[in-house]
Every structure is written in structure tokens, then in C-alpha cells.
């Protein structure tokens, strides 16, 4: 069984800069992808950032230049650094990751961090 979870969420105000963590843990043998989303309050969840086992990374284009996403392989434990926080970058952001079980790909969930700005 593989867990996700996600911290470092909280309210913040317009400008400042939040870091958050995926820890991922379990039965796995390799990690393929892990990527955060967010879904605000009557809108539909949205990628914002991923990385892939070769460190190569991606942005939605709201995020670009102000986010940074990174991974720590011995921790197995990816970061997303937040910063020029604004009040649309307020809701839930969730981390998924994409592992490799028994030569089969899944996917598992967090349950998401709350960030709040303020503005």
C-alpha cells in the first residue's frame, strides 16, 4: 500500500511565499511522476505543477516564474515553493503520484492541503 501526504499548507498574505511537501511512502518500486493540482471552491481541479523521475518538470501558466517544484529522492518527498502568493492561488491543493507496483502503474492521492491567501 502506497501513502501520500501532503503539509506546509496555511493562510498566508497576497506576496508571501508558502512551501509545500508530498511524502510518499509504501510499497513501491519506483516512482514515475508526482505532480500537484489545486481545486478552489466551485472550480474545477487544475495542474499546477509536476515533476517526472528525471527531475524533468512542468507549469500551468499561471504559476510560471512564481512556483518551483522539486523533488527529494532519498525522502521520496517532493516540494512545491510557493511564492508572489495571490488570492487566486487560494484552495485545496492535492498531490498525486503516479508509482510502478508489481510492474503495473498506479496512482494515489493525498488529501490535500488548504492554502488561503489573503489579500
Known amino acids: 500500500q502506497v501513502q501520500v501526504v501532503e503539509s506546509g499548507g496555511g493562510l498566508v498574505q497576497a506576496g508571501g511565499s508558502l512551501r509545500l511537501s508530498c511524502a510518499v511512502s509504501g510499497s513501491t518500486s519506483s516512482i514515475y511522476i508526482i505532480d500537484w493540482y489545486r481545486q478552489a471552491p466551485g472550480k474545477q481541479r487544475e495542474l499546477v505543477a509536476v515533476?517526472?523521475?528525471?527531475?524533468?518538470?512542468n507549469y500551468a501558466e499561471s504559476v510560471k516564474g512564481r512556483f518551483a517544484i522539486s523533488r527529494d529522492n532519498a525522502k521520496n518527498t517532493v516540494y512545491l515553493q510557493m511564492n508572489n502568493l495571490n488570492a487566486a492561488d487560494t484552495a485545496v491543493y492535492l498531490c498525486?503520484?503516479?508509482?510502478?507496483?508489481?510492474?503495473?502503474?498506479?496512482?494515489?492521492w493525498g488529501q490535500g492541503t488548504q492554502v488561503t491567501v489573503s489579500s
Open positions: 498525486r503520484a503516479v508509482v510502478g507496483i508489481r510492474g503495473y502503474q498506479y496512482q494515489f
Open positions: 515533476i517526472n523521475s528525471e527531475d524533468s518538470t
